[in-house]
């Protein structure tokens, strides 16, 4: 379990049965497993088919550190056995994969918590950024209130949409 | 007299025009740095103004402007994050 990375930051797509395969692999313990994977609409603000393509920046270094913090708040809060997860920076299209969270535990409530718990820190506090390309051009993503109050309904303040 | 290493990323990159610079400052903490290129006027003045969505880093980990300047300090800037 330990020979394998947590955090992986990836231009390639990812395949969800053989991460969940490799997560859960020789742990007779495991008994539940929940994982979250977006992926990229073809509308944000605009309507259909508005989302040509979606750039992915990030910060090489601090984005495997944050979320390394984040797997280790989400053990340190819930009994989980495993936690992965995986994303995707670069061009990506609509109906493409962007982020993999999959975590394994003994019973489903804590990864089931455990899973929306990392989804919710990524989304504010992981260096990650968005860029669309439309028609009308291409234009940064803004950040959402609404992915702030997620953070914060598990005691954390994100102030980042601020 | 410190040696910062700073980046920029997203629109504040775009904007700016490059994504990393070296800074010798007298700065003591985020804050501080923040000002000192804020006082360079333009772009910089306008991107990293009191009040505009700027979250800052100090080596690799989120950081308010109280924040100390360790020596050799990777600093970067940056909008508000989108990932997920």
């Known amino acids: 379990m330990a020979a394998v990375a947590r955090v992986r930051i990836q231009t390639q797509d990812f395949d969800l049965g053989a991460e969940i395969a490799a997560l859960r692999l020789g742990d007779p313990q495991v008994g539940a497993v929940c994982s979250f994977v977006g992926t990229v609409r073809d509308r944000n603000a605009g309507g259909p088919g508005e989302v040509q393509s979606l750039e992915l920046e990030h910060y090489p270094g601090m984005t495997e550190r944050s979320i390394e913090a984040m797997i280790d708040a989400a053990h340190a809060r819930f009994d989980v056995r495993a936690v992965r997860v995986v994303h995707r920076v670069g061009v990506l299209e609509p109906l493409d994969q962007i982020v993999l969270v999959a975590v394994t535990s003994a019973h489903r409530s804590e990864s089931f918590q455990a899973c929306e718990f990392v989804m919710d820190y990524l989304k504010t506090q992981a260096p990650f950024w968005k860029k669309e390309q439309t028609p009308q051009g291409a234009q940064w993503v803004d950040a959402r209130v609404s992915d702030d109050a997620a953070l914060a309904r598990w005691g954390i303040r994100a102030d980042n949409a601020i | ?84």
Not at chain 2, 35 to 44: C, K, M, P, T
Not at chain 2, 64 to 73: F, R, S
């Open chain 2, 1 to 84: 007299m410190t040696t910062v290493h700073i980046k920029y990323f997203a629109s504040i990159r775009e904007a700016i025009g490059h994504s990393t610079e070296v800074l010798d400052t007298e700065a003591a903490t985020l804050g501080d740095l923040r000002d000192e290129l804020i006082a360079r006027g333009g772009v910089y003045a306008e991107l990293l103004a009191p009040g505009r969505a700027v979250r800052m880093a100090l080596n690799q980990v989120m950081a308010g402007e109280g924040a100390a300047l360790p020596a050799q300090a990777e600093v970067a800037f940056f909008p508000p994050v989108t990932g997920g």
